[in-house]
């Protein structure tokens, strides 16, 4: 089994190529949730949705989120109760949207929800709604929150990313709800044949999973067998704030900094033929590095990088990919 | 001031037709919640969007619910999760139909209430939104939902009536919560110039109504100021299950029947010409009766009809309508 931790744009491109390289139904995406939330009564998981749009081809391809053939008729119909919204009142939001096929997403996953289901039971019910045989695993049941830290104050993930575009500076990030939080399953990461970090943002993306209690001990026992591919090429993150988010917080917004942030729980680094010259730079952070075509939205890329990235480590129990 | 006891469609008719009678600020609706409901995590108010959207002229004239122009995209996108959804959920039901246009009322309705607002605030937002003079209020800002009992066990209103089409017999109707609800503002009733019941449903529109506790009294001591009009007509309901209803309910399916269930409360019946054979009948049940137009399908009954209606008690303080 291969297990990929994921985001979402980034990760569910890989996810698309890794499907064409081994067989889906031993590959297991446990998905950052921690940029779910929650509006106009429904439940939205942002990540977990693009992951499943994605592999199932129905993600829109231009905007890289929410649904092909899309209308907008229920957002555009929320522009009527604005001048009537009282001071202070945050009803009715117009910033994040939501397009009418997405919508039956959310109302189903919330009717699940408070029905007594779990995610990850109401996560597997989409999934195969969606007729996929990719195991598709929230991180955790529990709620656990970014929040980003800006100097105006502190927002919920989606209003720094969407409604604020993520064009403020950032002075911290926090998961709440992360410190009480339970990993979905920790068999998951103790029996992986391989781990793949997946391309994403190793703050918000990736950093709410190593966030929840014992998560990063168990990567770290398992950090031969674990490979990242790095979301930065060429100093810069292919899509969204992941370069300037690592220079506000401290770290080098290069592939270098990528691996000194993956080091204790990756033994390789995939990084991109345009950053070849750091190799050797990246090694001496203390894992191996590979150099390959990562820029997933030419054609046949993601499959060769998904092949790369499976035979990157040794896999437990010298199981070898592609069967 | 003319207040309107009022349930769904009848009483929208009759309302669109008062609006042109009387200056509409001068006008109440007071409109039964009985058959609000919950679903896909959302808060629905039948009968308030129902008289909203057609005071509006927004709503949609071949079905007498919903919007104009409406789409059900994301209605059709729900289909998909039929397969997946486990035995005994009841998420992502398809019989209850929100048009894509129409669910953004829904998701203000709902995203107002979880942030404190009352039902009788937000009802008056929306009723700003579609720029409408005419006061709306829900019957209570407390939670009264409308049961219905049948052979088979009991059922919210909304599967009785949408679900299985009203085509099951009632064995009986109970307004859960009602008891413990408040009505919403007392001095309505005190204070109403004329009291007009609408032509909706005796039991399941204006009975939740009249069983908010003190509402019944307040009614009766406003008698000879409240006139109601028939919603049967020969022998029928325009529209609905009233008639076999009150059968069911062992009550008269005919003028006379509805005369004797308002007699407490009205002193005037309104009834078709259809019916005007009926006009001795009715008053021997102790109420005075007109027999006029009252098929609001034809165009300017509604209007007639409502000045007939605000004509046919003496006013409180010796008003007259229109002014």
Same mark, same amino acid.
């Given at each position: ?19 064409? =390289? ?57 522009a ?6 009282? =001071? ?20 189903y ?38 929040v ?29 709800? =992360? ?20 391309p ?13 209690p ?48 993956? =080091? ?29 075509d ?10 060769s ?19």
């Open positions: 089994m291969i297990l990929v931790i994921a985001g979402g744009v980034g990760a569910a491109r890989f996810l698309s190529g890794l499907v064409q =390289a081994v067989p889906p139904s031993e590959v297991t995406a446990v998905v950052n949730t921690g940029d779910d939330t929650e509006l106009h009564g429904l439940s939205i998981s942002p990540d977990i949705d693009t992951v499943t749009y994605t592999l199932s081809q129905s993600i829109d391809p231009e905007r890289g989120w929410g649904l092909r053939n899309e209308t907008w008729r229920a957002m555009e119909s929320l009527r109760f604005e001048p009537v919204r009282p =001071a202070g009142s945050s009803a009715a939001p117009r910033w994040f949207n939501l397009g009418d096929q997405d919508l039956a997403t959310h109302f996953r919330t009717a699940r929800l408070s029905e007594g289901a779990t995610l990850s039971e109401v996560t597997d019910e989409i999934r195969r709604a969606f007729e996929l045989e990719v195991r598709i695993v929230p991180m955790s049941n529990d709620p656990v929150r970014t980003v830290h800006l100097e105006s104050g502190s927002v919920p993930f989606q209003e720094y990313f969407v409604r604020l575009q993520h064009s403020v500076p950032v002075t911290g990030v926090e998961f709440v709800g =992360a410190s009480t939080s339970r990993f979905i399953d920790d068999s998951l990461i103790t029996n992986a044949d391989t781990i793949v970090i997946a994403s943002n190793p703050i918000v993306s990736i950093g709410p999973i190593r966030a929840i014992g998560v990063e001990e168990a990567l770290r026992a398992r950090r031969e067998h674990t490979v990242a591919v790095s979301p930065i090429v060429a100093g810069a993150a292919l899509k969204g704030p992941a370069d300037r988010m690592l220079v506000e917080l401290g770290h080098e917004p290069t592939v270098v900094g990528v691996a000194r942030m993956y =080091a204790p729980i990756c033994s390789t680094l995939i990084i991109d033929q345009q950053d070849a010259h750091l190799v050797s730079a990246v090694e001496s952070e203390g894992v191996r590095c590979i150099a390959t990562t820029i997933m939205s030419k054609p046949g890329v993601a499959k990088l998904a092949e790369v990235a499976v035979r990157a480590t040794p896999k437990q129990g010298g199981h070898t990919w592609p069967a």
